[in-house]
């Protein structure tokens, strides 16, 4: 046993949601794999995620959405409002809910029960490229291992300047989230507001009284708690009356990137690969497309014939291009203010309200319905 080899098909590094949803979908389709994870003890996470239609399908077929019985609530509209437009724009879908919200710490926690109960996670590991290569004898915890990939999912501030090429974007912009109660109930609708300082996002949080909302605001400039107070009041007082901040608010800075690995047998995905301005709310939907386009490849080619690069990057690098470069021109124009700028806010405003079928498509793509 002293000199036993563990052999795996895939390596992942990272039990985040996006690593862990990946090595259960794996495992599922009878790869054997093994996750590793540098924290023993889940984060103290108190924040929500957008999970869209598409995503809330995955998480199905995976038995997972289930075990979260009650603790979601649902988006059956989106509201659009900005400082250019009189009137708001109204998206929503009478067949199902466009998506719906959960708390980051539910999802994370039923995934990591999957993986224990399965014994394919490893805690306590601290990753380093160099020792974790595929397809050489690797040591963790005194024992040896080869594994076939490696799936690096440990989120977007991943840097290995001699295995991976990253691109990245800084926007010179601050993102704050939190959340806020309030006196009337949300009716299940999510909102976007351009205002002049920044797009303000709001969701429905997972509440049984229907009176708790998240927040994600986006600004260059500099933001305390009363100014992020009067700012939701201003805009929130007459849709949902009342309401009460919480002091608990954390922010981080937007700096959307594009990652791949030099060498073909390492695979990124996630926030790893790419990251996106928050301001569709689409960043993690992204990453359980990347899982899909995964079980996709490995449908049609064997593992020991697939290609990362050829296969995986080619079918993912349009879409995670496309959202990058769509939400920072979004957030750039609502920015900018220009006589210009505004004329073209008005345009596709109306154009969006006059054609039918041109909403449709928007809802297709808030939903994950179009690839």
Known sequence: MKNK?????????????????????LHQKKFNVLVIEKNKILPN????????????????????????KTN??????????DYVNKDDLIFHNTAESMGSVVFNRSLLKISRNYLKRNKILLTDIDFKLSNHNPKKIVSINSKKYLFNKVIISVGKNFENSEKIKKNVFDLG???????????????????????PKGPLAVLPSPNRQKKSSTFIFSTKNKVNFK????????????SHGNISLSSSISSYPIRPHLSRPIQKDILLIGDTAHSIHPVAGQGWNLGIKDIQALCSC??????????????????RIIENLT???????????YENQKPITKSIIKASHFTLSQFPSLKNLFIKQAMGRIS
């Open 173 to 195: 912009h601050q993102a704050y989230v939190g959340f806020f109660n309030h006196q009337k109930n949300h009716y299940q609708t999510a909102y976007e507001i351009f205002t």
């Open 227 to 238: 100014s992020l107070s009067t700012l939701i009041k201003k805009n929130f007082y007459s």
């Open 45 to 68: 996470d108190k924040r929500t995620l957008a999970v869209n239609a598409n995503s809330r399908d995955f998480l199905k077929n995976l038995g997972i959405w289930n075990e979260l």
């Open 72 to 81: 979601f609530e649902s988006i059956d509209k989106i509201m659009i409002k």
């Open 5 to 25: 080899i563990f052999k795996y098909d895939f390596l992942i590094v990272g039990a985040g949601l996006v690593g862990s949803l990946a090595a259960i979908a």
């Open 298 to 315: 490995l449908e049609m080619h064997s593992i020991d014939n697939l290609n990362f690069d050829d296969y995986f990057f080619s079918k």
């Open 323 to 333: 959202y990058l470069t769509f939400t920072s021109a979004i957030n750039y124009l």
